[in-house]
């Protein structure tokens, strides 16, 4: 671009320095003109006073009246007769001698006969000058390009330098000297320094929860271990009363581990993974319909059109199959004909909805739903765990679930999500 700029400067440079001297040929064309029609003398003289007029100028001169030629110098017609059988006027250059000659050209009538009028002046030293300044302009271009260039690398290797102490700061994580990131850097990398810090939050509450996890797990499991321990070591005949006892701590240790792996498998909303709420929600349909064949499992999708229905939602795929799956595995173990899901996408949520035709929760009994352990009716098989898990998960997306009594008089849980889109 630069280069084409410099050719552009020089053409433009040349047209403009042509046309400036070709006006000021065109006066002098038009003073001799007005000098020539003012005489009255025979045409011999007029040539002649007009080749004493033309040494007041510095340009060369040809003129033609009918047969006759006159000219400034003896050697110009023979290189311009040519140039005068042209019609009408014209400005033009023409190399004479291997000197470039700015030409301009009259045609008009003394007295009835036909007259041309050349007249030259040579361009060389015009030429000579364009292109000294043209090749200053030249040079100036390229010490310019030269400082921008430089100006530029300075200003990347300046901005990316918030990238290298980045680089060093992650090296710091990794090898434990750090804990967060801090960083004075341009605005347009405070978006990634704050996602970095959040990431590395998730971290450590993952970390944390896995501790907590183990730490749970290790102290839930030691009391019954250590019982069931006592019992095979003992002497003691194994009756069927100790057998039961025996029996309930290993279904005990069952539901400890069954809570624990699952709140390990929590993704929580920045873990960056995404769903497709409809899909997921169809696939679980058809899978309960399945496990409970004698009930009817029905699916409503409110606000998703035919072309957003395979939309993505920034939930992972495991969370949001854990939620709705406790949802309706709850709803398809006391429901007696049917159950009913709804899913709703907002533009900032997603809303899911299950009720089920079973004999429902007492109102006073709704506020107990989702305690770690507690069960209404213990002659339906499970540890009480489910409900508790699904809060778990509902709070790690900064969600909210609620229970009432549907219309059919069973359960309605209604969970909400937020989305960050």
């Known amino acids: 671009m630069v280069l084409f700029a410099w050719y ?28 020539l029609k003012k005489d009255e003398r025979p045409v011999a003289q007029l040539m002649a006073a007009a080749r004493e007029e033309s040494l007041s100028f510095h340009h060369f001169y040809v003129l033609r009246v009918g047969e006759q030629v006159s000219t400034s ?14 019609k009408g006027d014209a400005l033009f250059m023409h190399q004479f001698q291997q000197q ?14 036909a007259v041309q009028l050349l007249i030259a002046e040579n361009f060389s030293p015009v030429e000579q000058g ?10 100036s271009a390229i010490l310019l390009w030269g400082i921008l260039i430089s100006l530029n690398l300075l200003a990347v290797r300046r901005g990316l330098r918030p990238l290298s102490v980045l680089r060093h700061q992650l090296s710091e994580l990794q090898s434990g000297h750090r804990k967060r990131i801090v960083l004075e850097a341009p605005s347009e990398l405070d978006a990634l320094v704050s996602q970095l810090n959040t990431l590395l939050d998730e971290f450590d509450r993952r970390l944390s929860r896995s501790r907590e996890s183990v730490a749970n797990l290790s102290h839930a499991l030691k009391t019954p271990l250590t019982a069931l321990t006592q019992v095979l070591r003992g002497k003691r005949p194994i009756n069927e009363v100790r057998r039961g006892k025996m029996l309930q701590r290993v279904e005990t240790i069952h539901s400890q581990l069954e809570t624990e792996l699952r709140r390990a498998r929590i993704a929580g909303p920045r873990a960056g993974q995404t769903t497709r709420p409809v899909e997921e929600a169809q696939r679980l349909i058809e899978m309960f319909q399945g496990i409970y064949p004698q009930r009817t499992f029905l699916l409503e999708c409110l606000g998703v059109s035919n072309e957003h ?5 920034n939930i992972d795929t495991q969370d949001f199959t854990e939620m709705l799956g406790i949802l309706l595995d709850n709803a398809g173990k006391w429901s007696v004909n049917q159950v009913q899901c709804r899913l709703t996408i907002e533009s900032d949520q997603i809303v899911l909805c299950v009720e089920d035709d079973g004999p429902g929760v007492p109102q006073a009994q709704l506020a107990h739903l989702g305690e770690r352990g507690w069960r209404q009716d213990e002659t339906h098989p499970g540890y009480g765990l489910g409900l508790s898990i699904l809060a778990h998960l509902v709070k790690h997306y900064a969600g909210c679930v609620s229970y009432s009594t549907a219309a059919a008089g ?5 969970v909400h999500l937020p989305t960050r889109k």
């Open 100 to 113: 470039p000659l700015l030409v301009y050209r009259h045609v008009f009538d003394i007295r009835g006969e």
């Open 309 to 313: 229905a395979d939309s993505w939602v």
């Open 410 to 414: 069973g359960l309605r849980a209604e």
């Open 73 to 86: 110098l003896p050697a110009l017609p023979t290189q311009m007769l040519p140039l005068l059988e042209g």
């Open 8 to 35: 552009l400067h020089g053409f433009f440079l040349h047209e403009l320095a042509k046309d400036f001297l070709g006006e000021r040929l065109k006066d002098e064309a038009s003073h001799i003109v007005t000098l």
């Open 130 to 139: 364009l292109t000294r300044v043209h090749w200053w302009i030249a040079a």
